[in-house]
């Protein structure tokens, strides 16, 4: 099945110490996005690609980072994790912007700094 | 500004049915997207709705007024594995989706 696959599930760094969270996706889509989701909030869009486009949304703090190496993965790096970068990491594609297509969520990694 | 409301949670119990509302104000609307969240997993697409009207998937229909700037996401027959967080999101003028924070399913036997 197509999918988009995110490793790892749970991840734990320690403070200030460099973290990169990867996607992967089978389907092909043109957009891949990051968003930041804490608990019994509204996911928060980090960042999106459109090719390899890259799309920064204002409030972003320079700590993420991304990169997109071809069509199939996207990477998320934190530089320097603070104890507010805990929360749920969600990858997701769709196949334009500008319409209706629906997201295609990953399964999200779950962040702990310590 | 840009606003979705949504409960933070809600109480039903299996077998009956539950209304999950939804108000939007935001520039432009370019339609409204329900997802489900079960606890820990990512979301995932339930309905697209741009037109008013009732939407009907199987247990799951959802509702729109443009004119109120106003939503429901209706579960029928609830099951135990209902129970989830439910996003309401919308597309704004830019088609830069707007998301609510979600209303907490709790379905009890």
């Known amino acids: 099945d197509a999918m988009v696959i995110q490793n790892p599930r749970y991840q734990v760094t320690q403070f200030g110490k460099p973290v990169t969270l990867s996607c992967s996706q089978t389907?092909?889509?043109?957009?891949m996005y990051w968003y930041q989701q804490k608990s019994s909030q509204a996911p928060k869009l980090l960042f999106h690609y459109y090719d390899k486009d890259f799309n920064n949304e204002a409030d972003t703090p320079d700590n993420f980072q991304s990169r997109r190496p071809n069509t199939s993965f996207c990477f998320l790096d934190i530089r320097s994790p603070g104890l507010g970068d805990a929360a749920m990491y969600l990858c997701?594609?769709?196949?334009?912007?500008?319409?209706?297509?629906?997201?295609?969520f990953g399964n999200g990694t779950r962040l702990t700094v310590t | 500004g840009q606003n979705i409301d949504q409960p933070t949670e809600m109480t039903a119990t299996e077998g009956a049915i539950v209304q999950i509302n939804c108000t939007y104000q935001t520039s432009g609307f370019n339609g409204l997207f329900w997802y489900q969240q079960h606890a820990g997993e990512a979301p995932t697409f339930l309905s697209y709705n741009v037109l008013d009207g009732l939407e009907e998937k199987g247990r799951f229909s959802s509702f729109l007024s443009r004119s109120k700037g106003y939503s429901y996401l209706l579960l029928k027959e609830l099951q135990m594995k209902d129970s989830a967080s439910y996003l309401c999101a919308t597309l704004d003028s830019n088609y830069q989706l707007i998301w609510g924070a979600g209303t907490k399913l709790i379905i009890k036997p």
């Open positions: 389907l092909n889509h043109n957009v």
């Open positions: 997701a594609t769709s196949s334009r912007t500008g319409d209706n297509s629906p997201l295609h």
